[in-house]
C-alpha cells in the first residue's frame, strides 16, 4: 500500500528544521507524498498570537515549490472551529483511500497526544513519528505508551531532525531584535516575511 505522510503543524514561520524533517520522514518511512497541513485554529492555543492562516500558507508554498514530493492543503484552514487532528485524518481517508497515513509533527507534541480530542479513533487511522530535536529523549514517554496504551505500541516512531535546533519561536524573536534569520529558512520565505512585516511590532497584528 501506498503511504501518505501528513505535516501537521502551525509553521509559523516554516523553516529549515520542519523541511529537513519531512524530507527526512518520507525517505525513512518510504512515504509517497508529504502533504504540508496548517493548522487553522490549534485546539490548546490563544489565537491572537499566531500569523493570519493566509500568511502561513503562502509562507509554506513559497518553502515547498521545489519538492515534487511534498504538497499544501488548505483543509484545515477552510474548516471552522478548532483544528482536531481526528476531523481532519477522517477527511484524508476519504481523499486517499489506498494510502495508509503517517502524521509527522513534533516530538514535544506527540508526548501530549493522549489528551487529543478522540485519540483512540486517531490511532486507529494513522500511525505517528515525531520529528525530534537534537538531544530529545523519548523513552520516558515510549515506556508510558507500552504500560498504559499497548494500543499504541509500535505505531508511534520517532525520528531525529539535527536540522530542527532551528525553531519557529527563534525565527520571530530574532525579527523582532532585529537579528539575522538568512539561511535558517528559503529565501523566498525570509523575503515573504520582510515584505509583510512580519513578527515586528508593526506587523504582528497582520
Ligand atoms: P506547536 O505548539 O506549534 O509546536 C510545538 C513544538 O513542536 C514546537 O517546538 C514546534 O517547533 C514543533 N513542531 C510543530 N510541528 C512540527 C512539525 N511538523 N515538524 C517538526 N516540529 C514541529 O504545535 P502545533 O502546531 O500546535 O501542533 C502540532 C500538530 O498537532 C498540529 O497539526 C495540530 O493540529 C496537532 N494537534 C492536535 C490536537 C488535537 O487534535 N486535539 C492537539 C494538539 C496538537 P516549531 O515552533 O519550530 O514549529
Request: hydrophobic fraction near 40%; aromatic fraction near 10%.
Given at each position: 500500500m501506498n503511504r501518505l505522510g501528513i505535516m501537521g503543524g502551525t509553521f509559523d514561520p516554516i523553516h529549515y528544521g520542519h523541511l529537513v524533517g519531512a524530507e527526512m520522514a518520507r525517505s525513512k518511512f518510504n512515504l509517497s507524498k508529504v502533504l504540508f497541513i496548517p493548522s487553522g485554529t490549534p485546539p490548546h492555543k490563544d489565537r491572537s498570537d499566531i500569523s493570519a492562516a493566509g500568511l502561513r500558507y503562502e509562507m509554506i508554498e513559497r518553502a515547498i515549490?521545489?519538492?515534487?514530493a511534498f504538497d499544501i492543503s488548505a483543509i484545515e484552514l477552510e474548516r471552522k472551529g478548532p483544528s482536531y487532528t481526528v476531523d481532519t485524518l477522517r477527511v484524508l481517508r476519504e481523499d486517499w483511500p489506498d494510502h495508509e497515513l503517517y502524521f509527522i509533527t513534533g516530538s514535544d507534541v506527540l508526548c501530549e497526544i493522549f489528551s487529543w480530542h478522540e485519540v483512540e479513533e486517531i490511532l486507529k487511522m494513522t500511525e505517528f513519528i515525531g520529528a525530534a530535536r537534537p538531544g530529545f529523549d523519548a523513552s520516558d514517554f515510549l515506556l508510558k505508551v507500552h504500560q498504559e496504551h499497548p494500543e499504541a505500541q509500535g505505531r508511534i516512531h520517532y525520528l531525529e531532525v539535527p536540522a530542527l535546533a532551528i525553531s519557529s519561536t527563534d525565527i520571530r524573536a530574532r525579527v523582532k531584535l532585529g537579528e539575522p534569520i538568512r539561511y535558517l529558512l528559503p529565501e523566498p520565505v525570509r523575503l515573504f516575511i520582510q515584505d509583510h512585516g512580519l513578527y515586528t511590532e508593526e506587523g504582528s497584528a497582520l
Amino acid at each position: 500500500m501506498n503511504r501518505l505522510g501528513i505535516m501537521g503543524g502551525t509553521f509559523d514561520p516554516i523553516h529549515y528544521g520542519h523541511l529537513v524533517g519531512a524530507e527526512m520522514a518520507r525517505s525513512k518511512f518510504n512515504l509517497s507524498k508529504v502533504l504540508f497541513i496548517p493548522s487553522g485554529t490549534p485546539p490548546h492555543k490563544d489565537r491572537s498570537d499566531i500569523s493570519a492562516a493566509g500568511l502561513r500558507y503562502e509562507m509554506i508554498e513559497r518553502a515547498i515549490q521545489d519538492n515534487p514530493a511534498f504538497d499544501i492543503s488548505a483543509i484545515e484552514l477552510e474548516r471552522k472551529g478548532p483544528s482536531y487532528t481526528v476531523d481532519t485524518l477522517r477527511v484524508l481517508r476519504e481523499d486517499w483511500p489506498d494510502h495508509e497515513l503517517y502524521f509527522i509533527t513534533g516530538s514535544d507534541v506527540l508526548c501530549e497526544i493522549f489528551s487529543w480530542h478522540e485519540v483512540e479513533e486517531i490511532l486507529k487511522m494513522t500511525e505517528f513519528i515525531g520529528a525530534a530535536r537534537p538531544g530529545f529523549d523519548a523513552s520516558d514517554f515510549l515506556l508510558k505508551v507500552h504500560q498504559e496504551h499497548p494500543e499504541a505500541q509500535g505505531r508511534i516512531h520517532y525520528l531525529e531532525v539535527p536540522a530542527l535546533a532551528i525553531s519557529s519561536t527563534d525565527i520571530r524573536a530574532r525579527v523582532k531584535l532585529g537579528e539575522p534569520i538568512r539561511y535558517l529558512l528559503p529565501e523566498p520565505v525570509r523575503l515573504f516575511i520582510q515584505d509583510h512585516g512580519l513578527y515586528t511590532e508593526e506587523g504582528s497584528a497582520l
